[in-house]
């Protein structure tokens, strides 16, 4: 592409492959004395600081205040000496934890040190938010002390894994087919749980009750009677072992 010769332009170094916009700057720097601005992870760090700039540097808004900031600052001339020298004061004075305000050439107009902002600075990794949803699970027992787990669909949360039966009212019993007959004066909600997936929380309202099986041959593959010792081998969703683990112990 470059007919064996190595380029020379940031431009054409950042169109390599695994070469971003600051290892381009950096190579045209340092090796060719280019005028070219980097914004590795350090300097970010000192820039950020020197002029207190908040936010995660990642996100776009505070990466281009910076590339603004990292381009007007390098120097025509002795552009590689400079940039040996952001990168060095990154690495070893403004450090992440515990910068050498003392001995860092810097201190005396850095505005995070003046403002005593440098714990803050740079900003966080601002957290993911995200949604929760809610579910109520029934812990049916039988007079044996088995519970009632239920084969969900293959597709979906949990799928094909075994699971209480899950409904939308703790008041509320779903429809348990033919499987079971629901004592009502037996329904007592547990302590909430949440189960947190990838995109969002599951806060779960567990609800024992007692029943009895109606018709044990009613579709044998979708209902199981579960004891609690685990003796038997099957597939439970995760705060499904959650919950038997903890009945296990009272
Ligand atoms: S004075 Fe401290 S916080 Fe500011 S750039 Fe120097 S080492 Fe970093």
């Known amino acids: 592409e470059y007919g064996g010769i190595f380029p020379n332009t ?3 170094l950042a169109s390599l492959k695994g070469i971003g916009r600051s290892t381009a700057g950096a190579i045209a720097a340092l090796s060719m004395d280019v005028h070219a601005p980097i914004l590795d992870g350090n300097v970010k760090r000192v820039l950020a600081r020197h002029n207190a700039i908040a936010g995660w540097p990642e996100q776009t808004r505070v990466r281009n205040h910076l590339w603004e900031i990292a381009t007007e600052l390098t120097p025509a001339d002795r552009v590689a000496n400079y940039t040996q020298a952001m990168m060095d004061l990154g690495a070893t004075v403004c450090t992440r934890t515990k910068p050498r305000c003392e001995v ?5 107009d850095c505005k995070a040190r003046v403002q005593n902002l440098i714990s803050s600075i740079p ?6 938010i995200i949604p929760v949803r809610e579910t109520v699970l029934f812990i049916v027992f039988n007079d044996a002390g088995d519970v ?3 084969k969900r669909p293959p597709s979906g949360i949990w799928g094909s894994l075994y699971s209480f039966p899950e409904g939308d009212n703790p008041k509320e019993l779903p429809s348990l087919a033919a499987a079971v007959t629901i004592q009502e004066e037996s329904l007592h909600a547990l302590e909430p749980l949440r189960h947190t997936f990838s995109h969002f ?3 779960i309202t567990p609800v024992t009750a007692q029943g ?19 003796s038997i081998e099957v597939g439970l969703a995760a705060p499904v072992t959650k919950i038997i683990k903890s009945l296990s112990a009272t």
Do not use: F, M, N, S
């Open 148 to 150: 009632l787990l239920e």
């Open 10 to 12: 940031v431009d054409e």
């Open 201 to 203: 929380h599951l806060d």
């Open 104 to 108: 860092c050439p810097l201190a005396d």
């Open 212 to 230: 009895e099986p109606t018709d044990a041959a009613a579709e044998p593959e979708r209902w199981l009677w579960y004891p609690l010792d685990g």
């Open 123 to 128: 900003g966080k990794k601002p957290k993911k």
